[in-house]
């Protein structure tokens, strides 16, 4: 969904996309010229796994309003289990920052192959009018 | 109860036989009833050696500190040490196996047995004491303390001045050991992860969570009392200090400039929070509650609260229990089909 209304306020999201999965599935949307909220900036990773907690704390600090991890469906992945570890990992790191009170729908993780450019396209879409509903993310933002 | 005089005999026989190098012990401290840890080489010195509710100190530390890349190597080199350890020590040293960061044979573990008692809270002491000075503190029966003081002799209830970890504690029995004194005994002073489940209950129902942290997280000083003191923090380059980003002569402020930095060194909120989440998730699946982090910290942030939400988080979706194992593989490097899917979209 394109955002009607061009006042409304414009989330800075960053996406860490799978290399194998997520990345070729928002390469597919492109190609396939679907239209989906821009609001994304993608960081392609060698695998879900590899995305660091810092990762994400770190593009919150530096002011993203949302934070999306994309990896492969589970059994898909490239490495064998590192989408696997990337869901604990993402699950524990989830689980604490909402118990210091962030919203939990800052910080999602989605399964999208290379084959679902319209998943893709609708994950991106839905995030960013959740993060849109929830406005600026100013608790975890560095004041500089 | 443990006689002490068994540990010292312990202590300097395996000096004496020359079965380990040197001895991490507790011993009474120089100011005051706290105790400090004491490092023995020498089969006299055995006497120094002390067991009382004031041995609060996860030993661990000291196996992993000073040039924490070199300690592994030189334990393998200096021969096996002996450690003191109690319950959540001993499932403390069992992480580190279970990281390959020592060997079984370096360390000889002496385990000491909290039964039904545990090790107190300066705090909780002070205020039991009502402005009386405690000069020395020993285990007395049904797990009750006997206090010395400047004017005599005082027994106090051990459930009032225990630590708060003490108190969730059901693990108090050492879970690796060579040598053990004393036995493991029933406990019940409060349901594990008591204080997490009363502060989230209630923070929840007022949604003050973040007011909380706020609040809290401004306290800090970022002095890394609560990283220096774990026995898990051995990184030899932490994600907040880049010492090992060197600045030559010729370094250019740009340069200096546009290295990346994780975590600011500033205090700001922001910052703040970065290294506190940091930290936990550091700890996710490898903290034994041995709650020195919250004990060493200046500004009383309840870093017992982060590090036991991660604990229970591990035990209620991945039933995963730290420290009981070493040759199970670690919380983060292992998976199963049931781990939770449903957060995913």
């Known amino acids: ?144 | 109860m443990i006689s002490i005089d068994d540990i010292r005999a312990k202590a300097k026989d395996l000096l004496d036989s020359g079965a380990v190098k040197a001895v991490i012990g507790y011993g009474r401290g120089t100011a005051g009833y706290m105790a400090r840890p004491v490092f023995l080489s020498r089969p006299e010195e055995a006497e120094e050696l002390t067991w009382d509710p004031s041995c609060v100190h996860n030993l661990a530390l000291y196996l992993t500190e000073g040039g924490k890349c070199q300690s592994s190597k030189n334990l393998a080199e200096n021969g096996p040490v002996a450690i003191f350890a109690k319950g959540c020590d001993s499932r403390g040293l069992v992480v580190l196996l279970q990281e390959n960061y020592l060997r079984r044979q370096d360390i000889h573990v002496i385990g000491l047995s909290c039964e039904d008692g545990g090790v107190l809270d300066e705090y909780k002491l002070a205020t039991a004491l009502d402005g009386r000075t405690a000069l020395h503190v020993t285990f007395a029966d049904h797990g009750d303390f006997r206090v010395t003081t400047r004017d005599g002799e005082v027994r106090v209830k051990a459930q009032e001045v225990l630590a708060d970890r003490c108190l969730e504690c059901r693990t108090a029995h050492p879970v690796i050991h060579d040598t053990l004194f004393g036995e493991a005994q029933p406990r019940a002073f409060k349901d594990p992860f008591h204080a997490l489940t009363a502060f989230e209950a209630e923070a929840k129902a007022n949604g003050t969570l973040w007011a909380f942290w706020e609040k809290t997280m401004e306290r800090c000083i970022r002095c890394y009392a609560c990283r220096s003191v774990c026995p898990m923090c051995y990184c030899d380059e932490c994600v907040v200090d880049s010492i090992q980003m060197a600045v030559a002569p010729d370094t250019t402020p740009e340069e200096k400039a546009n290295r990346i930095k994780w975590i600011e060194r500033s205090n700001t909120n922001a910052d703040t929070f970065g290294y506190h989440l940091v930290r936990a998730m550091h700890l996710a699946g490898r903290c034994v509650d041995c709650g020195e982090c919250e004990r060493v910290c200046p500004v009383n942030i309840p870093l017992r609260l982060l590090n036991t939400k991660l604990e229970k988080e591990a035990l209620d979706m991945f039933d995963y229990r730290v420290g009981f194992d070493a040759d199970k593989p670690s919380l983060v490097s292992s998976f199963n089909d049931r781990d939770p899917n449903d957060f995913i979209r």
Not at chain 1, 59 to 64: M, N, V
Not at chain 1, 72 to 79: A, E, I, R
Not at chain 1, 97 to 104: D, H, N, Q
């Open chain 1, 1 to 144: 969904m394109v955002p009607d209304n061009s006042e409304a306020f414009q989330p800075k999201i960053v996406a860490f996309l799978c290399k194998w999965c997520s990345s070729a599935g928002s390469d597919l949307a492109g190609v396939s010229r679907m239209q989906y909220a821009s609001n994304a900036v993608p960081i392609t990773v060698n695998c879900s796994g590899g995305v660091s907690p810092l990762y994400i704390i770190s593009a919150f600090s530096k002011g993203a309003d949302g934070v999306l991890v994309s990896g492969c469906h589970p059994g898909d992945c490239h490495y064998m289990e590192g989408n696997y570890q990337a869901r604990r990992k993402i699950y524990l790191l989830q689980k604490l920052v909402t118990f210091m009170g962030v919203e939990p729908e800052r910080f999602q993780m989605s399964w999208v192959s290379a084959a679902e450019g319209a998943k893709y396209a609708k994950v991106m879409d839905e995030f960013t009018e959740q993060i849109r509903r929830l406005g600026p993310q100013t608790k975890l933002k560095a004041r500089r």
